[in-house]
């Protein structure tokens, strides 16, 4: 199990303030909605609490500080997917999801049994089993993604940051999205997701709003305080109901 800890005081990048006064905890057993309009900061935020985007302030992965974490050890506990990632075009989906197993292996190493029985599981669990042996460049957008989301389960990390893993996922794989979300989180994972999606992100177990670089609510998705605070950053179009139990949100003309 794993905590992260994100004090931000401040991103500041061509000659703007991006995060600012951020205090945010990402805890174990817990799936946390990162939402809020375009531009907004919620990449840099994501970003920046994986170490990959400097910034002022502290970031604490179970109370040592991230950077104080060797390189292995820390992709171990601190899995990432990225938002359109590229580069790997001309490797095979098997050989893009292997990659998620490089912090388990010793340098150098092939992959060995377990890589592949990881690798194997977690495309099957994203339906992308099919074109392990098709490049990456090949496969249509709702695909790759597929294969993006393997990779970044085949880690196994205690904790998971996904930038829009919902991203070009038709309805019935963001649905089987949200159960293996719903299983990590079964098996004490934390997961971070930012999403565009706000029916789906009203069924996380922590809301984290943003809006011009802060973040200007966080709290449980059924609470009424959550909701006035989505109102009040996406304008009052935005129609939240009760549907068979669970909250969506609906733009309305
Ligand atoms: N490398 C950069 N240099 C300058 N400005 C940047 C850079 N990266 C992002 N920004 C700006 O920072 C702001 C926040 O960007 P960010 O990508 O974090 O927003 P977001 O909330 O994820 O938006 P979206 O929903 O559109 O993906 C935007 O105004 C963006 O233009």
Redesign the pocket.
């Known amino acids: 199990m794993s905590t992260l800890h994100a004090r931000i005081t401040r991103v500041r ?2 000659g ?1 303030d ?1 995060l600012r006064d951020i205090d945010l905890v990402l805890p174990a057993a817990c799936w946390t909605a990162v939402v ?10 994501l ?1 920046a609490a994986a170490g990959l985007q400097a910034c002022e302030g502290e970031l604490r992965l179970d109370e040592r500080p991230l950077a104080a974490w060797p390189g292995r050890e820390r992709a171990r506990r601190l899995a990432w997917l990225g ?1 359109q990632e590229g580069g790997a075009d001309d490797l095979l989906a098997l050989d893009v999801v292997l990659l998620g197993r490089l912090p388990h292996r010793p340098w150098l190493a092939p992959p060995g049994a377990a890589d592949h029985a990881a690798a194997e599981a977690a495309m099957r669990a994203t339906q992308s089993w099919d074109w392990r042996a098709r490049r990456l460049g090949s496969l249509s957008g709702g695909e790759r993604q597929r294969v993006l989301l393997a990779r970044v389960l085949a880690v196994d990390a205690p904790l998971t940051l996904m ?2 893993p919902l991203a070009h996922l038709d309805p019935p794989h963001q649905a089987d999205w949200l159960a293996l979300v719903r299983a990590r989180v079964a098996r004490g994972h934390g997961v971070v997701s ?1 999403l ?1 999606e706000l029916h789906l992100a009203l069924q996380a177990d922590q809301l984290v709003l ?1 809006a011009e ?1 802060r973040i200007v609510h966080a709290g449980a998705p059924a609470d009424p305080a959550t909701h006035d605070a989505l109102r009040r950053v996406f304008g009052p179009r935005l129609h939240i109901a009760q549907l068979d139990g669970r909250w969506v949100a609906l733009p309305l003309l």
């Open positions: 990048l061509a703007r991006l809020g309009p375009n531009g907004a900061g919620k990449s840099t935020l970003r938002q930038d829009e930012v565009h943003m670089g």
